[in-house]
């Protein structure tokens, strides 16, 4: 029996594949329980298409975000903070507030795609921004006393 895997199944398949197995097994587990459909041709089709589809949809969401990655990497962000004498902070700077900087200087950045050490102390680090899967960029904080 052929069927389309509609998630990922150990021993089996990804999603998406077009697999081979048993008919007990694919009547009796994988369509009762949504995890496949049968294989003929009009969802064949529909695969295709969809397949077709997803793969426009991600070249147009890497070149977005190779193009915001030439644009934001380099860039210095300052950052203003309490902080002591000694030049400690009082907390840590976190992905919010460097999420919001990247906004003032009009680059639009999910803060959960930035990754940085924990900053305790005024001076200059780095922060990765990741865009996509393989597309990051780089970005100077300038953390100042206020």
């Known amino acids: ?37 049968l294989a003929t041709d009009g969802a064949l089709k529909m695969l295709a298409e969809d397949v077709r589809q997803r793969e426009f949809k991600m070249d147009k969401l890497k070149k ?14 300052s950052i203003k903070t309490k902080a002591g004498a000694s030049g400690r902070i009082f907390g840590s700077i976190t992905t919010l507030q460097i999420a919001n900087a990247l906004k003032e200087k009009g680059f639009d950045v999910d803060r959960r795609k930035i990754v940085t050490d924990d900053i305790k102390e ?25």
Not at 131 to 145: G, H, Q, R, Y
């Open 122 to 146: 005024l001076g200059t680090f780095p922060a990765t921004v990741n865009l996509f899967k393989d597309i990051s960029a780089t970005v100077n904080l300038e953390v100042v006393a206020e």
């Open 1 to 37: 029996m052929k069927v389309i895997l509609k998630e990922d199944i150990k021993h089996v398949g990804l999603k998406d594949d077009v697999v081979e197995v048993k008919n007990g097994y694919g009547r009796n587990f994988l369509i009762p329980q949504g995890k496949a459909k």
């Open 64 to 77: 977005d975000a190779e193009a915001l990655a030439e644009k934001v990497n380099g860039t210095t962000v």
